[in-house]
């Protein structure tokens, strides 16, 4: 899925500004169809956002949106950020939904233990996906069917399985807290106690609002995606560079881009859990000198309400955290030293590494020059040396016998 959308928004009005897709959430409809949620993001600053003019492009782009790829697309079905056009006798009318309505869900499930915390590991997998199909399923039963859109699970914790999970809404006047609450606990609760579906008994729930946008149907401005982006840069040792990796259509850069993305949802089990949206890989590159991957990708997540801002360090600080020290993600082994996030990094790593290479490089070839000046020098030395020793020589004056003996030359008076 992400495949395909990927194209549809590079040929848009928002294509300069457009930074990915992914598809979050597929869900049962109505009919033996499918309901997919995707989350697709720009940057605001560099283009303004016109969610009409958007569907339009794209429902151009899928045959009036019956066609995505091989996928067959159900024409009523389209929604850009609570937009769509249905068809009437007379015209086709939009139809504007406000926002959305978000709400935090805790609950233990004290049947189940949870031995493995570990976010990539398949124990912890399978239970993200049985407990996401109940509450989904739960919601999609219960009177809130028309307005509900999904739930998913944001983290699990030990002790004996703690549940982190978030669920969405439409907006309308009679959705409030209180009646997901309410919802909630009428259809878990049987004569033993809570049970979600019949395989997790539950204690300890409470519902808390978490998100609520509402947006005028008249509003013309540019909508702002209260989100705050991280550009991540690191290198991966164990994937050699390949120029197929900047070929957006080749299988090894679907492939690796999709792995990487789907390692980068290590986020989930994160402090940051609550705010994180996605991660997307944006590029793949050489590094200088050595036969790795440098990897280009662009982290989401909501603004923290307290402050309205998320630091660069510590996404840093987290992303450290839950890679060992940056060394390892999923199968991918990273270079250590080489994480930046938006630009920041402890060791500023790609400066420093370039200039200490260039200090090696120089010293190098000092210790040549001082070499050979010593060699010089060390010649330089002999020649003296040997050029005193034939002055010296000539302080004296020999005489050769006719026999082949040398005799000083003395005062032959003084010989007895």
Same mark, same amino acid.
């Given at each position: 899925?992400?495949?395909?959308?990927?194209?549809?928004?590079?040929?848009?009005?928002?294509?300069?500004?457009?930074?990915?897709?992914?598809?979050?959430?597929?869900? %049962?409809?109505?009919?033996?169809?499918?309901?997919?949620?995707?989350?697709? %993001?720009?940057?605001?600053?560099?283009?303004?956002?016109?969610?009409?003019? /958007?569907?339009?492009?794209?429902?151009?782009?899928?045959?009036?949106?019956?066609?995505? *790829?091989?996928?067959?697309?159900?024409?009523?079905?389209?929604?850009?950020?609570?937009?769509?056009?249905?068809?009437?006798?007379?015209?086709?009318?939009?139809?504007?939904?406000?926002?959305?309505?978000?709400?935090?869900?805790?609950?233990? +499930?004290?049947?189940?233990?949870?031995?493995?915390?570990?976010?990539?590991?398949?124990?912890?997998?399978?239970?993200?996906?049985?407990?996401?199909?109940?509450?989904?399923?739960?919601?999609?039963?219960?009177?809130?069917?028309?307005?509900?859109?999904?739930?998913?699970?944001?983290?699990?914790?030990?002790?004996? +399985?703690?549940?982190?999970?978030?669920?969405?809404?439409?907006?309308?006047?009679?959705?409030?807290?209180?009646?997901?609450?309410?919802?909630?606990?009428?259809?878990?609760?049987?004569?033993?106690?809570?049970?979600?579906?019949?395989?997790?008994?539950? $204690?300890?729930?409470?519902?808390?609002?978490?998100?609520?946008?509402? @947006?005028?149907?008249?509003?013309?401005?540019?909508?702002?995606?209260?989100?705050?982006?991280?550009?991540?840069?690191?290198?991966?040792?164990?994937?050699?560079?390949?120029? @197929?990796?900047?070929?957006?259509?080749?299988?090894?850069?679907?492939?690796?881009?999709?792995?990487?993305?789907?390692?980068?949802?290590?986020?989930?089990?994160?402090?940051?859990?609550?705010?994180?949206?996605?991660?997307?890989?944006?590029?793949?590159?050489?590094?200088? *000198?050595?036969?790795?991957?440098?990897?280009?990708?662009?982290?989401?997540?909501?603004?923290?309400?307290?402050?309205?801002?998320?630091?660069?360090?510590?996404?840093?600080?987290?992303?450290?955290?839950?890679?060992?020290?940056?060394?390892?993600?999923?199968?991918?082994?990273?270079?250590?030293?080489? /994480?930046?996030?938006?630009?920041?990094?402890?060791?500023?790593?790609?400066?420093? @590494?370039?200039?200490?290479? @260039?200090? $090696?490089?120089?010293?190098?070839?000092?210790?040549?020059?001082?070499?050979?000046?010593?060699? +010089?020098?060390?010649?330089? /030395?002999?020649?003296?040396?040997?050029?005193?020793?034939?002055?010296?020589?000539?302080?004296? $004056?020999? $005489?050769?016998?006719?026999? *082949?003996?040398?005799?000083?030359?003395?005062?032959? *008076?003084?010989?007895?």
């Amino acid at each position: 899925m992400n495949h395909y959308l990927d194209p549809l928004f590079k040929r848009s009005s928002i294509s300069s500004a457009y930074t990915g897709c992914k598809a979050m959430t597929f869900r %049962s409809g109505s009919r033996d169809d499918t309901k997919v949620d995707a989350v697709c %993001s720009y940057n605001a600053s560099l283009a303004s956002f016109d969610r009409e003019k /958007l569907y339009q492009e794209l429902s151009t782009m899928t045959n009036n949106v019956t066609k995505l *790829g091989h996928y067959s697309l159900d024409r009523s079905s389209l929604y850009i950020d609570g937009f769509t056009l249905t068809d009437s006798p007379a015209t086709k009318k939009p139809v504007l939904t406000e926002g959305k309505l978000g709400y935090r869900l805790n609950f233990r +499930i004290v049947n189940e233990n949870l031995t493995n915390p570990d976010s990539q590991s398949p124990e912890y997998r399978a239970a993200v996906e049985s407990i996401t199909n109940k509450m989904n399923q739960l919601y999609h039963q219960s009177d809130l069917r028309d307005q509900f859109l999904t739930c998913r699970i944001t983290g699990l914790r030990p002790g004996s +399985i703690v549940v982190d999970c978030q669920c969405f809404f439409q907006p309308d006047p009679n959705i409030n807290r209180a009646v997901v609450e309410r919802t909630f606990q009428d259809r878990t609760s049987n004569t033993t106690g809570l049970w979600l579906g019949s395989s997790y008994r539950l $204690q300890e729930f409470s519902v808390d609002t978490l998100e609520l946008s509402v @947006e005028a149907a008249t509003h013309k401005t540019p909508l702002k995606s209260g989100k705050e982006n991280f550009g991540l840069n690191f290198q991966i040792s164990n994937l050699p560079y390949s120029p @197929e990796l900047q070929d957006s259509s080749s299988q090894m850069y679907q492939e690796n881009k999709e792995k990487i993305e789907k390692e980068l949802e290590v986020f989930r089990s994160s402090h940051l859990k609550n705010q994180f949206v996605g991660c997307t890989v944006e590029s793949f590159g050489p590094v200088h *000198g050595k036969g790795h991957t440098q990897v280009a990708s662009v982290c989401k997540f909501t603004l923290d309400p307290p402050s309205g801002t998320l630091q660069e360090q510590k996404v840093f600080e987290e992303l450290k955290l839950l890679t060992q020290g940056f060394t390892r993600l999923g199968h991918y082994e990273l270079q250590e030293q080489s /994480l930046v996030v938006e630009g920041y990094s402890p060791l500023k790593t790609d400066e420093p @590494e370039s200039k200490r290479s @260039e200090l $090696q490089f120089w010293a190098i070839i000092l210790i040549c020059l001082f070499t050979l000046l010593g060699f +010089i020098l060390l010649l330089l /030395l002999c020649f003296l040396v040997l050029s005193c020793l034939r002055r010296k020589s000539h302080l004296y $004056q020999v $005489q050769q016998g006719l026999y *082949g003996l040398y005799f000083p030359h003395l005062n032959t *008076g003084k010989v007895h």
